[in-house]
């Protein structure tokens, strides 16, 4: 089993920047890929970003490609996600995600086997 705890979430005006952790606990050499998804007031659950577990291949959403930076810090067991230029659309729950075998280039929720609880981010205009 893996534990994933996400933070860093909160109330920041538009353009701004706003940095989330996630960080794994238990098996945590059990999985390959880490994600980050997020889901707006009653919408669907999306693909934000993905990352190896090397750290060389990343994937983004259209949507945040240039403003979002995934990364991981294995010996923490912690991967992040910076938020730049942050708009209102970008307001959602953003969650967290491991899955054990796949690739990057997935980019729905399905094959994920761990997930946390989420965090809140919200983007005044």
């Known amino acids: 089993q893996v534990q994933l705890v996400e933070s860093g979430g909160g109330l920041v005006q538009a353009g701004g920047s706003l940095g989330l952790s996630c960080q794994a606990s238990?098996?945590?050499?059990?999985?390959?890929?880490m994600g980050w998804f997020r889901q707006a007031p009653g919408k669907e659950r999306k693909f934000v970003a993905a990352?190896?577990?090397?750290?060389?291949?990343?994937n983004y959403a259209d949507s945040v490609k240039g403003r979002f930076t995934i990364s991981r810090d294995n010996a923490k067991n912690t991967v992040y996600l910076q938020m730049n230029n942050l708009k209102p659309e970008d307001t959602a729950v953003y969650y967290c995600?491991?899955?054990?075998?796949?690739?990057?280039?997935?980019?729905?929720?399905?094959?994920?086997?761990?997930w946390g609880q989420g965090t809140r981010v919200t983007v005044s205009s």
């Open positions: 995600a491991a899955r054990k075998v796949g690739s990057v280039r997935v980019t729905t929720d399905q094959g994920y086997d761990y």
């Open positions: 990352i190896s577990t090397s750290g060389g291949a990343t």
């Open positions: 238990g098996r945590t050499n059990s999985f390959y890929i």
